[in-house]
C-alpha cells in the first residue's frame, strides 16, 4: 500500500507527541512531556505559523515533518527572528532509509514557501539525517554548535526559501 501524506491538523497532537520522542530520542512520550524545551514543539500546535506533514501507512503514522513559529520571547532551539519558523521532523525506525523522510521535507518545504523566507533546524552533529538537510539545501550556521541537553554537540541549519522551491 503507498504511503499517503496529508496536512497535520490540530487534533494530530498524539502523532505529534510519537514523533518528537523519536526526533528527540527519549525513551518515551511521558518522557518528552516532562521537558518543558520539548513540549513546546506540539502543545497548541495549529496556532498562526504552525504547518506540517504526516506521512500515513493505512491507519499509521510513520512519520511527519513540522514548522512552528516562534517569537523571540518563546524562542525554540533553533529560533532565529520572528519570522523563520523551526523545523521538527521524525520517521519512525522500521521506515527509515526508505525516502518517506526525503518525501516529508519535499512536501513541507513546498507548503512553507509562500509564507516564510526560511526554515531553521537544530540537530545533534552526529546525526545522520544532516545528510538529507544538505541535499535540500539547508547550511550550518557558522559558530551555532551548543552542548544540547543530553551533553552532546548539536549546531542549528537554516535554508532559504524561494518560488522555485513551488512545484508547477
Same mark, same amino acid.
Given at each position: 500500500?503507498?504511503?499517503?501524506?496529508?496536512?497535520?491538523?490540530?487534533?494530530?497532537?498524539?502523532?505529534?507527541?510519537?514523533?518528537?520522542?523519536? /526526533?528527540?530520542?527519549?525513551?518515551?512520550?511521558?518522557?518528552?512531556?516532562?521537558?518543558?524545551?520539548?513540549?513546546?514543539?506540539?502543545?497548541?500546535?495549529?496556532?498562526?505559523?504552525?504547518?506540517?506533514?504526516?506521512?500515513?501507512?493505512?491507519?499509521?503514522?510513520?512519520?511527519? /515533518?513540522?514548522?512552528?513559529?516562534?517569537?523571540?520571547?518563546?524562542?525554540?532551539?533553533?529560533?532565529?527572528?520572528? &519570522?523563520?519558523?523551526?523545523? /521538527?521532523?521524525?520517521?519512525?525506525?522500521?521506515?527509515?532509509?526508505?525516502?518517506?523522510?526525503?518525501?516529508?521535507?519535499?512536501?513541507?518545504?513546498?507548503?512553507?514557501?509562500? &509564507?516564510?523566507?526560511?526554515?531553521?533546524?537544530?540537530?545533534? /552533529?552526529?546525526?545522520?539525517?544532516?545528510?538529507?538537510?544538505?541535499?535540500?539545501?539547508?547550511?550550518?550556521?557558522?559558530?551555532?554548535?551548543?552542548?544540547?541537553?543530553?551533553?552532546?554537540?548539536?549546531?542549528?541549519?537554516?535554508?532559504?526559501?524561494?518560488?522555485?522551491?513551488?512545484?508547477?
Amino acid at each position: 500500500m503507498p504511503i499517503q501524506f496529508r496536512l497535520l491538523t490540530i487534533t494530530d497532537q498524539p502523532i505529534l507527541w510519537e514523533m518528537l520522542r523519536y /526526533a528527540a530520542q527519549e525513551p518515551s512520550v511521558e518522557a518528552v512531556k516532562e521537558q518543558p524545551l520539548l513540549r513546546k514543539y506540539v502543545e497548541q500546535f495549529g496556532r498562526s505559523g504552525d504547518c506540517g506533514i504526516v506521512a500515513m501507512l493505512k491507519e499509521q503514522a510513520i512519520g511527519a /515533518a513540522w514548522l512552528r513559529l516562534w517569537s523571540e520571547q518563546e524562542r525554540g532551539l533553533s529560533y532565529l527572528d520572528n &519570522q523563520t519558523p523551526e523545523l /521538527a521532523m521524525a520517521v519512525l525506525p522500521d521506515y527509515r532509509q526508505q525516502g518517506v523522510g526525503t518525501q516529508l521535507l519535499s512536501h513541507l518545504i513546498e507548503l512553507a514557501t509562500p &509564507q516564510f523566507p526560511a526554515i531553521s533546524l537544530s540537530v545533534r /552533529a552526529e546525526n545522520p539525517a544532516i545528510a538529507l538537510y544538505e541535499r535540500f539545501g539547508f547550511g550550518k550556521i557558522p559558530n551555532s554548535e551548543i552542548k544540547n541537553r543530553v551533553g552532546d554537540i548539536s549546531f542549528l541549519m537554516k535554508r532559504p526559501l524561494s518560488s522555485k522551491d513551488i512545484k508547477q
